[in-house]
């Protein structure tokens, strides 16, 4: 199993003023799991795991639940007692197919949506660093 983590931080409130406007890439092979952690500066009443954009087929989560699954992604989210929340992103049994962007992305009720993009890029076989 795969884990990574990584900070995301605001400035003002404006999902367009990022610190860090790197988009993070993971590289893995086809049949391992991966867990992306995303750190969000603020709680967030629902919880949004997606590929590519947030519309229609493409989001593969939307939940107000701590924890949510559907077939091979699951999301589950963790409030902090510093005002933050954690966002824990998987995707079990890694095909080729995966490979792309996605977002994970909380919803605020007073503010704007926050969200991270992030690239996972699976390999054929097995991966050796």
Known sequence: KT???????FINGDRDSL???????????????????CLF??????RLF???TCEGENILIETDRDEDKSGRYSIKYKKLDI???????????LKQSDSGLYRCGIHEELGPDLEEIFEIIVTEGEFVP
């Open 41 to 46: 500066s603020s709680p967030g009443s629902r």
């Open 19 to 37: 610190i860090d406007a790197q988009t993070n890439s993971y590289l893995t092979s086809e049949g391992e799991d991966i867990t992306v952690v």
């Open 3 to 9: 884990t990574f983590f990584w900070l995301l931080t």
């Open 83 to 93: 005002g933050s929340s954690l966002l824990y992103v998987t995707i079990t049994k």
């Open 50 to 52: 997606c590929k590519e």
